[in-house]
């Protein structure tokens, strides 16, 4: 029997209100960043959340966490409704969820000393009695994969790659039930991208980690995540297996990202622009289906009728009228917007 989640969203809905438009710059306008995303995590998972820029990937992080209030819909986390507002809720889930931030130095307070930083979350969450703290901070250290001698640096004395490691301890602390990592590796140069997600899948493989993964870069996720959900213009328009939706996209959105991963082999050459144009506005989202503009496969239909809702098969869902056959194999070239094959 699978286990039950251990944070799910119902139909969540996070609008912005931001003023400025307008002649006079007087008028409110809504940023529409989610439109309905249903999302279930389950214990030990690792969950990769993808999608271009805007797409809505970090607000659905912090609505996850509580950190931002929702529109509508519901956010639960091991049983309580995030959503509720109410201060035990949001107290319990400061206690049982971390988050690891992009920008790794400047996550870090540049004045505390790298032990004393992992101290500090130790000492907020009464995870160790006061004379145990100093061990416990070596062993986070080493369990990250630093020398706990580094406990007695700052910041500014060590590498990206070293900050992240620490930016994991100090989420590590927490012992978490979820962490919640946010283009956590973007900012760090290639091979020590590469050294961070191994070190996320030996955690993954010693303890049980349940992990929102937030990332731009699709090889990343593949290697690391169980499952990925795909997001455009606020939605999730692909769910499922991580090998099942890469080896078979099946909504023309996921289709035309994977196409535009960077072979690895030169002799295979990029597919001409895979994907024209840049999303539409959050602001003025367009009638249909969000994605019909710059969809190769767009039918008449796509214009006019309500956004498609996510449909399953196999555990793999997808936003989308069109049959799945429709899409070619993902090694073959996509045909441009205009149909033609370049
Ligand atoms: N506090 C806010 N007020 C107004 N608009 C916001 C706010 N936070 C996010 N947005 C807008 O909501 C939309 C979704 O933003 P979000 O940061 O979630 O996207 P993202 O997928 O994480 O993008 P990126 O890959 O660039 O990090 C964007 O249009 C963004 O400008
Ligand atoms: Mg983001």
Redesign the pocket.
Known sequence: MRAAPLVETDDVVLH?P?SGGGPLGLSRRT?K?LNGVSLTVRPGETIGIV??????????GRALLGLEEVTSGHVTFDGIDVTSGRRQDLVRLRHETAMVFQDPMNALNPRLRVGEAIAEVLRVHKKVPTKRIGQRVAELLGLVGLDPALASRRPQALSGGQCQRVGIARALAVEPKLIVA??CVAALDVSIQGQIINLFIDLKERMDLTLVF?A?DLSIVRRLCDRVAV?YL?RIVEEGPTEAVFAAPRHPYTAALIASIPEIDPDIPLPAAPMQGEPPS?LDLPAGCPFHPRCPYAEPQCRTDPPPTLRRRDNHGWACILDPSHLPPPATRLPNATGEHP
Do not use: W
């Not at 999608?51 to 659905?60: D, M, R």
């Open positions: 912005f931001v940023v960043a999608g271009e820029s805007g797409s809505g990937k970090s607000t659905l946010d283009e937030i731009h997001m606020g959050p």
